[in-house]
Nanobody, 121 residues
Framework: QVRLVESGGGLVQAGGSLRLSCAAS????????MGWYRQAPGKQRELVAV??????EYGDSVKGRFTISRDDAKNTVSLQMNNLKPGDTGVYYC????????????????WGQGTQVTVSS
């Protein structure tokens, strides 16, 4: 079982910054993919940023403004969000996949409970 717990959401004015953090806990050896998705009201969940196998992928709308980082020793992933825009408003979900339990890698999406980010204009 893997548990993902996010922190760091809140209300910020446009142009401001926020930092989100996610900690994974449970009985596992390693996690291949960790990252962030978000969902705005009335819209589908979309990719923000993920890290896997040493590489990084960003959603087009956040490139150049958001930076993802991981600490595999602590099983954490963070998202530094700069120059926030009202369009960044939504619930941000921590994501994990490729969880290795003993010798078996489980390829199944796992999600945190989400943290609200609201950017005012």
């Amino acid at each position: 079982q893997v548990r993902l717990v996010e922190s760091g959401g809140g209300l910020v004015q446009a142009g401001g910054s926020l930092r989100l953090s996610c900690a994974a806990s449970g009985s596992f050896a390693t996690i291949n993919t960790m990252g962030w998705y978000r969902q705005a009201p009335g819209k589908q969940r979309e990719l923000v940023a993920v890290m896997r196998d040493g590489s990084t992928e960003y959603g087009d709308s956040v490139k150049g403004r958001f930076t993802i980082s991981r600490d595999d020793a602590k099983n954490t992933v963070s998202l530094q969000m700069n120059n926030l825009k009202p369009g960044d408003t939504g619930v941000y979900y921590c994501y994990a996949n490729g969880v290795k339990v003993v010798t078996v890698v489980q390829w199944r999406s796992r999600w945190g409970q989400g943290t609200q980010v609201t950017v005012s204009s």
